[in-house]
């Protein structure tokens, strides 16, 4: 059936609103990234126009030699002849003195613009971390690892290449076409007319090039940042990949995303392959033109021997930075692209909130009261419709339900990682939303299952809440959760460096260092996130004990599927599709008929 005029000015319609909608936002990120440049590049601006002075002052001597070369040959060297040698002397000296002058100045420029580059490129390393850092934890969990390191990486990368010879290259290259067209122009307008001539078609070769070439390095871009994405996501996940086998499956995908990246170099290799011979012989055609029309009118004598030499001279140079500026355009668009997504990154706003005058936590006690919250990740769906729920201070609470019944979405409200689609999670009758970060992260600590060490020392990966804590109330937090003993058995006690992730420890160690970092922080409350459950029953039964120690006389939240590890709460609540459906205390509910229970019955008959 064929579409009737009125759906086909619908269709047309919504065509022509993607496209405005489309370069609407193409120009928002262009504005963005230029924004963002431009932001980088003004606490510069003295040694910016020092630099430009210096770039003018190197191509003036550049542009004086073959202006020169015609006042020596069509002046000095008749003068030779008949036996003075002034002019050729004050030529002479002129013509040093300004590739004295040229290459001093280029010099000092380069250096210059180095510092100019180093400096903008140190600002948006240290603007990329601290923006990633300042991002909740909604934006880590959205935008992968690899992404960031990407944007750390290779994005800047392609930006220090633009910075540190690109965008030098490529003044110095304009500054010098300008300046060689218009001495040119001056010294014979018809020389410059032929010039002139050249130029539209180079300028519709280059034309041609910058629309291709801007869509080969996004393309190359995209390529090289999936590449980088999945080589972390399978490093990161190497455990999973050896233990299912998947070798031969993840380098077969890591080959194919290669190959996109090998073929979008290509193409771009492959398009700069075209536009250098195309200038080149453009440039080459024009000198032979020059050439031609200049013999003819100095056969003619309506033109000097030393204007054609220098007029051939000039129109030879003026190609040699064309094709410098081709090369810039690669590395411009590259660098473009790596622009776009760095300002996009920066451009993120956190989705908790620092409030503008927050109110004082000095003695914080840890009473917990969520009052009617709803929640909802993003526009997923709703997961705690309606929770309300009380937590006086120092009481132990365990939390359990099967997965996704908003356990671990609700210690993330908790602990402000995520802010309540609706309703207040207050502590000491203070909503969170009110309290700075500083008071709510002295306040409230979560330990979750990872028990990430950082590089480091032990003493630093224990101190990590209190960098200033002084040694003897180190080792009192390690005492007091039983991980003092084996501190001092490894080689080096609490100077012992661990690696990443905590490798030259056990599981159970590493849960009891991150029971100590936590009891050395001394929160008023504590969020346990599955803190036991990569643990085996040996390592389990090591950690109980820092466990309770942990707990005594401050509010806890424990979430746990062991129920081992639920015995030591003051209260249970079962939670199932983001609702309390049971509350009481272990004993209570044991002797009761509901789902804890059913639980307790189903631990019980595991054990035997």
């Known amino acids: 059936m064929s579409a009737t005029p009125q759906t086909r000015r619908v269709t047309a319609t919504t065509n022509e609103d993607e496209t405005l909608l489309s370069l609407e936002q193409s120009h928002a990120v262009r504005s963005r990234s230029l924004g963002l440049l431009g932001n980088l590049l003004s606490p510069h601006k003295k040694a910016l126009a020092i630099t430009g002075i210096l770039v003018v002052l190197s191509t003036v001597g550049q542009v004086a030699g073959p202006a020169l070369v015609a006042l020596t040959i069509d002046r000095a060297i008749p003068q030779l002849v008949e036996g003075d040698a002034t002019l050729l002397s004050v030529y002479g000296a002129a013509y040093v003195l300004a590739a004295v002058v040229g290459g001093l100045a280029g010099g000092a420029f380069i250096r210059h613009a180095a510092r100019i580059a180093q400096g903008v490129l140190l600002d948006l390393r240290r603007r990329v971390f601290r923006q990633t850092q300042r991002l909740s934890l909604e934006f880590h969990e959205t935008y992968t690892s690899g992404r960031i390191i990407s944007r750390q990486t290779s994005d800047l990368e392609a930006l220090r290449e633009l910075l540190d010879g690109g965008l030098t290259g490529v003044i110095s290259s304009m500054m010098l076409m300008v300046f060689i067209a218009g001495s040119l122009t001056l010294l014979d307008w ?347 029953i040996p390592g389990e039964k090591l950690v109980q004990h820092g466990l309770q120690t942990l707990l005594s006389d401050r509010t806890a939240i424990i979430i746990a599927h062991r129920l081992s590890t639920v015995a030591i709460a003051d209260r249970v609540l079962v939670m199932a599709h983001g609702q309390v459906v049971e509350d009481g205390t272990p004993a209570d509910l044991i002797a009761g008929d509901g789902r804890f229970a059913a639980l307790h019955t189903a631990w019980q008959d595991s054990l035997v």
């Open 190 to 536: 018809q020389s410059g007319l032929i010039l002139a001539g050249a130029m539209v078609p180079a300028g519709m070769l280059t034309r041609w090039f910058q629309k291709r070439s801007q869509v080969f390095y996004r393309q190359q871009r995209t390529a090289s940042a999936r590449l980088i994405v999945k080589f972390v996501e399978t490093m990161t996940g190497m455990r999973a990949v050896q233990a299912f086998r998947r070798e031969s499956t993840t380098e077969g995908d890591y080959g194919d995303l290669s190959n996109d990246y090998r073929e979008a170099n290509l193409r771009t290799f492959g398009l700069n392959g075209r536009y250098q011979p195309g200038l080149m012989l453009i440039g080459n055609v024009t000198v032979a033109v020059a050439l031609a029309v200049g013999g003819w009118r100095v056969l003619n004598g309506t033109m000097d021997v030393g204007v054609l030499a220098a007029a051939l001279l000039y129109v030879k140079r003026f190609f040699q930075p064309i094709q410098q500026v081709g090369m810039f355009y690669n590395a411009f668009q590259s660098a473009a692209a790596a622009l776009e997504k760095v300002s996009g990154l920066l451009a993120e706003e956190p989705t908790v909130v620092e409030p503008e005058k927050p109110r004082p936590l000095e003695k914080p006690r840890g009473d917990l009261r969520l009052d009617h919250v709803r929640f909802a990740y993003g526009d997923g769906p709703v997961v705690l419709p309606d929770l309300d729920l009380h937590i006086p201070a120092g009481q132990t609470v365990a939390l359990v339900g099967t997965t996704g019944a908003g356990k671990s979405t609700l210690a993330k409200l908790v602990t402000r990682f995520y802010d309540t689609t609706d309703g207040h999670v207050l502590l000491d009758g203070i909503d969170l939303r009110e309290l700075s970060s500083k008071d709510l992260r002295r306040a409230v600590v979560m330990v979750t299952q990872e028990a990430y060490l950082f590089s480091g020392s032990v003493r630093e990966n224990i101190a990590l809440g209190r960098p200033d804590a002084p040694q003897e109330d180190i080792e009192a937090a390690a005492r007091a959760v039983g991980a003092h003993e084996f501190i001092l058995n490894l080689p080096d006690g609490y100077d012992t460096e661990v690696n990443k992730r905590g490798g030259r420890v056990s599981s159970g160690q590493r849960q009891l260092l991150s029971f100590a970092r936590a009891f050395l922080a001394d929160p008023a409350v504590l969020v346990l996130d599955e803190a036991t459950s990569s643990l085996d």
